[in-house]
């Protein structure tokens, strides 16, 4: 069954990602999409991109949503028109959505080794504790950057860098939680990850 697995952090939080194996054709069939999507949808150049949209439609209706019960800000933030928080994500064959009466983000990676190519971008602090002889120093740099990630998503604020802003203080892979912080322009704001591993992936979100 695509819908692959079903996380409640509190009382007031969902996560559910999906398994895309479903071609095009068999995601599209059953969904309702405004004319705005379904324009989008048909304008993406990349079938992957496009399975990956439709199956985030396919969670919204496992939380009881339509698409037309989405809507994007100016800054491309998601929301629904109920006003319950939510956040998405996708990447290669698996897509994630958290919706929540509390501000969350969230984020979906597969692990792949040229991560190290960019970790001087968004890690900084973190050098502290990593090790790059670990033999878990790929996972580790994935899950740095899904944390940032849902961060980034969470805060919503143009200018926040991964690197000079977003804070992850040292944790261990199987404690699937750790904190992280946002220091920005003088403020400091702290926020309850958590993260998880599945077939190559890595997830991570963040709560307010």
Known sequence: MPLYKTIIPNSQTC????????????????????????ERVEDMKSEMHQRGFLSVRHLLREFGYQDSDLFYDEWGKP?????????????????????????VGI????????????????????????????????IKLTLLWCIKESLYKLFATPGLSFKDHCLV?????????TTAWIDYKNKKYRYSIQFLEFEGFSCAYAIA
């Open 15 to 38: 996560v559910k990602i999906w398994k895309i194996s479903e071609s095009y054709e068999e995601l599209i069939k059953p969904l309702a999409l405004t004319l705005a999507s379904q």
């Open 107 to 138: 984020d979906v990676e597969k692990q792949r080794d040229k991560i190290t190519i960019i970790a001087h971008k968004f890690i900084d602090y973190e050098n502290d504790y990593l090790n790059e002889e670990a033999s878990d120093y790929i």
């Open 79 to 103: 929301h629904l028109k109920d006003g319950k928080q939510i956040s998405i994500t996708h990447s290669f064959n698996f897509s994630a959505v958290i919706i929540s009466d509390l501000i």
């Open 169 to 177: 203080i040292p944790f261990n892979i199987e404690d699937q939680e």
